[in-house]
């Protein structure tokens, strides 16, 4: 499976981003997939991940109530909304796919296909 993100960028304090990933290579639909981000001297972190009908989803709690995770299948893609964005969100995010469970996960280790990072800079 390849995934490629795209998205990232400088954005002010409060402001959005909306990142996407598109997948190939696999059956898209039965994937569950995920956010994950670095900042600078700290480990990878969870953000947010989605179930493989799309009705299930999990939020980080820093990030519950800013940030939507989404899907289309149609499209083979997952996307990130990212509002009210903070300086402390400032990272590189991770798009990542799990083809071994169904339901969403927070674990890195349970994602077997990750993308490129995309940097995200919050300006003050």
């Known amino acids: 499976v390849q995934l490629q993100a795209s ?9 959005s981003l909306r990142l996407s990933c598109a997948a190939s290579g696999r059956t898209f639909s039965r994937m569950v997939m995920g956010w994950f ?3 600078p001297g700290k480990e990878r972190e969870f953000v947010a991940a989605i179930s493989w009908s ?6 980080a709690d820093s ?3 800013r940030f939507t995770i989404s899907r289309d299948d ?4 997952v996307y990130l909304q990212m509002n ?5 969100d400032m990272a590189v995010y991770y798009c990542a ?10 674990e890195s280790y349970d994602y077997d ?12």
């Not at 149609?74 to 893609?77: P, T």
């Not at 009210?84 to 402390?88: D, I, Q, R, T, V």
């Not at 296909?113 to 003050?124: A, C, I, K, L, R």
């Open 97 to 106: 796919a799990g083809e071994r469970y169904g339901t969403p996960r927070r």
């Open 63 to 65: 990030v519950k109530g």
């Open 37 to 39: 981000r670095q900042a």
């Open 7 to 15: 998205g990232g960028g400088l954005v002010q304090a409060g402001g």
């Open 84 to 88: 009210s964005l903070k300086f402390e």
């Open 113 to 124: 296909y990750w993308g490129q990072g995309n940097q995200v800079t919050v300006s003050s």
């Open 74 to 77: 149609a499209k083979n893609a």
């Open 54 to 59: 799309g009705r299930r989803t999990e939020y």
